[in-house]
């Protein structure tokens, strides 16, 4: 079981940062997946970002990369994405998600992670 908890989202204008928190708790034994979804009205949701918590190693979906930076602290179970340049079109839901598996370096389907927090609003103005 994992419990995971964002934070962080807020409105900014074109341009602006944001940093978005995920805490997870509920598990001991492994090191899991952690991926960035978001979801805008009237869209599908898609995958943004992952890092495997067990070495860091991260993947971004080509619309956030060089603008979107994951890291980690481990000693807080907490994941971070830090957003620069924001634009109007990041405008979503994020969520944070767990699998207890590796990642792979491609962009994360939402099928495949079964931990999920309740999500953080993220408003880009133009």
């Known amino acids: 079981q994992a419990h995971l908890v964002e934070s962080g989202g807020g409105s900014v204008q074109a341009g602006g940062s944001l940093r978005l928190s995920c805490v997870a708790s509920?598990?001991?034994?492994?090191?899991?997946?952690m991926g960035w979804f978001r979801q805008a009205p009237g869209k599908e949701r898609e995958g943004v970002a992952t890092?495997?918590?067990?070495?860091?190693?991260?993947y971004y979906a080509d619309s956030v990369k060089g603008r979107f930076t994951l890291s980690q602290d481990n000693a807080k179970n907490t994941v971070y994405l830090q957003m620069n340049s924001l634009k109007p079109e990041d405008t979503a839901m994020y969520y944070c998600a767990a699998k207890f598996h590796l990642c792979g370096l491609r962009t994360p389907r939402q099928t495949d992670f079964g931990y999920w927090g309740q999500g953080t609003q993220v408003t880009v103005s133009s």
């Open positions: 509920g598990y001991t034994y492994s090191s899991p997946c």
């Open positions: 890092i495997y918590t067990g070495d860091g190693s991260t």
